[in-house]
């Protein structure tokens, strides 16, 4: 992903997480047509990042980021 990812978005149902694009949930462009991506915070709760290594820079999220980049691999 090169587009900042939001850690809690307000509706992520609205939402296709599936690429880069975030598409609207009735006008996904990816391709994938059949269902959304769901966001991780969705899955996960809305500490999802701290489950598992994501790439992020974590000392940005404790001190208040609501979206973050992600690393290179």
């Known amino acids: 992903?090169?587009?900042p990812f939001p850690l809690n978005p307000k509706h992520?149902?609205?939402i296709c997480w599936g690429?880069?694009?975030?598409?609207p949930v009735d006008a996904m462009?990816?391709?994938n047509?059949?269902?959304r991506t769901p966001h991780p915070a969705e899955l996960l709760g809305e500490?999802?990042?701290?489950?598992?290594d994501w790439g992020?820079?974590?000392?940005a999220i404790?001190?208040?980021?609501?979206?973050v980049k992600p690393g290179e691999p």
């Open 47 to 52: 500490d999802w990042y701290l489950h598992g």
């Open 19 to 23: 690429c880069d694009k975030y598409c």
């Open 12 to 14: 992520p149902e609205r």
């Open 33 to 35: 047509g059949s269902s």
């Open 62 to 67: 404790e001190a208040g980021a609501k979206s």
């Open 1 to 3: 992903m090169s587009k």
């Open 56 to 59: 992020f820079d974590l000392e």
């Open 29 to 31: 462009q990816c391709g």
